[in-house]
């Protein structure tokens, strides 16, 4: 996936835009390029392919700037061809960028209205030409940047060059992660530390929402106020940097707020966002599939469970889910024609392989959606559907988590329109909203301050429940799972229907009830199931949305209000509160939140 570098140098910079650019591969992407400002003006070099091409490209026409910028491309909006390569210019301003613009559409119009062409189909030329429009009304380049993030909306993080400032490169991150190096006489600015790493150990990691102007001697970073806000610079071992925890205490607070990002290049391997359907690669036949059987252990298990909800509501195609150490032993009733899928962060877990060959030795088509793209599972399977939300090191699954529900949402839209039950409309309705998750998933973890008030609380109970419907059932488990593992709090996750059927005998005054209820065609009923609770003395924490929030029975203690969205992706944008949740309980009771006792990350023995 894409990668950025920017050097404000006083040396030569060509040679380590490619060095850089290398340690960037292992993201993954299709073309490659560079810009520097020579004599004053800013010349890109560009390339489709690898970045071997790209030098090909500078040993013909070298590039003898001094400040540069460069970046390799995953394409997402635009074939990867080199005229949608990075860098993108728009009259003085040249950027390189990370992410989508869900609004670059509105923007192209707005701006082709003021006059202005477009030369590729990406949504990073808009940005540029954005900036460039607001320079063109006589604001600084800083004002510029400024007034253009105000008009974007998406998940993002650019480096800037601006024709005339040889001095000069602005960034800006939102949802996209963007560091800032600082080195001997010259700055960086990379979208992780490996990126900076062949030149300096010295890294700032910019927050949710920082721009930044840098020039060779100095970083001026500002909050998303435009209030001036010095990050902390950190020493980062190189070896390190590609699991550094950046400014973060631990791994599991990271993996949180790396998850906009995370799904965000997930969701951009599985729909092609200039046509706005949904592509699962492999080839799988969906419309003739007669089900799906999904085995998994763990928060896999529970993503799977959220895929039954999503599958068979849009496409109608049955959906069986599994804990992968009860299927394996059980002699489970099983049809050639339907397709298993092995969920796992690892792909090595021992009981989700066996379920998983059991299946294939009964002669049923596979496939897994995995993180560990070289592992025994990714190499045993038909159809390989991977997570890119890179490595997850915190032994409680967060970002894997949201990413395996980013894939199989994905697939519930693209086998929705090949059994005919979404027209193109629909589908490209959905696309749009799928895409727009990352967004709000950052507005999620903006909840940050609310759910440690929470945790206060929490962490003083014995036992907890968390309740939900529909999809926000299996985020109940998936609560309950997370706040067991990492605070050893004992906690159950139910259905909130169930409520009557037996665990509403564990409402009293000390037991904390957790209701997951957004504004959805279950809300009335999750309501009811709140009054209940309260009626019985319960201290009910509620996660809703506005409209829920609006909605909400009398003398609910209305606590985190995460942001409106679609049905759609709810359980992308609710997962965050529940996961920071049983963070900041774990965090206030001293546990050792990335290495829980028992626990491995690989369980590879039953
Ligand atoms: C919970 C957790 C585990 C794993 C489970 C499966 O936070 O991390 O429950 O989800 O052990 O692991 P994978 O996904 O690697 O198969």
Known sequence: MCGIIGIVGVHSVQERLIDSLKRLEYRGYDSAGVAGIVDGHVQRRRAAGKIRALEAVLVADPLNATVGIGHTRWATHGAPTTRNAHPQTAGRVTLVHNGIIENYADLRDMLKAEGRTFESETDTEVIA????????????????????LDQLRGAY?????????????????????????????????GSDALAVGPFTNRIAYLEEGDYVAIDHKSAKIFDRNGAAAPRPVRTVAASAALVDKGNYRHFMEKEIHDQPEGCQRTIAAYVDTLTERAAMPGGVDFANLSRIQIVACGTSYIAGLLGKYLIEHLADLPVDVEIASEFRYRQPALRADALVIAMSQSGETADTLAALRYCQARGMPSACVVNAIESTMAREVDVVWPIHCGPEIGVASTKAFTAQISVLTALAVA?????????????????????????LIAESIDLEDAVKAVAVEISKARDVLYLGRGPMYPLALEGALKLKEISYIHAEGYAAGELKHGPIALVDEQTPIVILAPFDSYFEKSASNMSEVMARGGQV??????????????????????????????????????????????????????????????????
């Open 129 to 148: 030409a954005l900036i460039d429009f607001e320079l063109g009304s006589g604001k600084p380049p800083l004002g510029a940047l400024k007034a253009a």
């Open 157 to 189: 993080a650019i480096g800037v060059l601006i024709d005339g400032e040889d001095d000069l490169i602005l960034g800006a991150r939102k949802g996209s992660p963007l560091v800032v190096g600082y080195g001997d006489g010259e700055m960086f600015l």
């Open 415 to 439: 086998a929705a329109r090949a059994r005919g039950r979404v027209d193109s409309a629909e589908e490209q309705r959905l696309v749009r909203v799928l895409l727009g998750a990352p967004r």
């Open 541 to 606: 924490v509620f996660i809703t949305d506005p409209e829920g929030q609006r909605h909400a029975p009398a003398g609910a203690r209305v606590v985190v209000t995460a942001p409106q969205c679609d049905p759609l992706i709810a359980p992308l944008v609710m997962a965050a509160p529940i996961q920071l949740l049983a963070y900041y309980v774990a965090v206030q009771k001293g546990a050792d939140v990335d290495q829980p006792r028992n626990l491995a990350k690989s369980v590879t023995v039953e």
